[in-house]
T-cell receptor, first 116, second 111 residues
Framework: EPEVTQTPSHQVTQMGQEVILRCVPI?????FYWYRQILGQKVEFLVS????????KSEIFDDQFSVERPDGSNFTLKIRSTKLEDSAMYFC??????????????FGSGTQLSVL | KQEVTQIPAALSVPEGENLVLNCSFT??????LQWFRQDPGKGLTSLLL?????REQTSGRLNASLDKSSGRSTLYIAASQPGDSATYLC??????????FGQGTTLQVKP
């Protein structure tokens, strides 16, 4: 079965450093998402991306965050200057249609980001 | 603003028992509701998606029900097994497509 793949599975960085989290969505999918889960808290939406632009972003997704689809397969999340509170599991997700339709969302296995 | 709540936060049952996980949402104008499974340190696996026009959806030993008017969904797991131990999350999409998650129920099935 096709799956969303994320790399790396773990990333440790120093506060203030830039990190890039990488995702390869399912090949025929058109809608891409980043979510995150801080330890012990709910999974929360960060950003959605469709047709090469951001569709929606949450309050968390400030100027330190950016997303890019540099080629036809990768979807990246960049955090420019990491803070301690950015430590979380980051999930990439994709779907064939908007999740507002009756289409399942497929998640990757996540990147655990630890900011020291 | 849509809010999703899951009760209980944790549940421990002996193997073989049937169990019910609960999910409630505040805004009944939903397109669908999705149940996910999350294993420790892992991603989210979609278990069932139940459309707003449906009342039930089944997959193997799992059965999800939806009552939009009361803002509730249940996930029924029949004949539980130790391999069912995981955190179960429910989520509903907003009209813009982002998923709003509950905090999850962590299930432990003891052999």
């Amino acid at each position: 079965e096709p799956e969303v793949t994320q790399t790396p599975s773990h990333q440790v960085t120093q506060m203030g450093q830039e990190v890039i989290l990488r995702c390869v969505p399912i090949s025929n999918h058109l809608y891409f998402y980043w979510y995150r889960q801080i330890l012990g808290q709910k999974v929360e939406f960060l950003v959605s991306f469709y047709n090469n632009e951001i569709s929606e972003k949450s309050e968390i997704f400030d100027d330190q965050f950016s997303v890019e689809r540099p080629d036809g397969s990768n979807f990246t999340l960049k955090i420019r200057s990491t803070k301690l509170e950015d430590s979380a599991m980051y999930f990439c997700a994709s779907s064939d249609r908007s999740a507002a339709t009756n289409e399942k969302l497929f998640f990757g296995s996540g990147t655990q980001l630890s900011v020291l | 603003k849509q809010e999703v709540t899951q009760i209980p936060a944790a549940l421990s049952v002996p193997e073989g028992e049937n169990l019910v996980l609960n999910c409630s949402f505040t805004d009944s104008a939903i397109y669908n509701l999705q149940w996910f499974r999350q294993d420790p340190g892992k991603g989210l696996t979609s278990l069932l998606l139940i459309q707003s026009s449906q009342r039930e959806q089944t997959s193997g030993r799992l059965n999800a029900s939806l009552d939009k008017s009361s803002g509730r969904s249940t996930l029924y797991i029949a004949a539980s097994q130790p391999g069912d131990s995981a955190t179960y999350l429910c989520a509903v999409p907003s009209n813009t497509g982002k998923l709003i998650f509950g905090q999850g129920t962590t299930l432990q099935v003891k052999p």
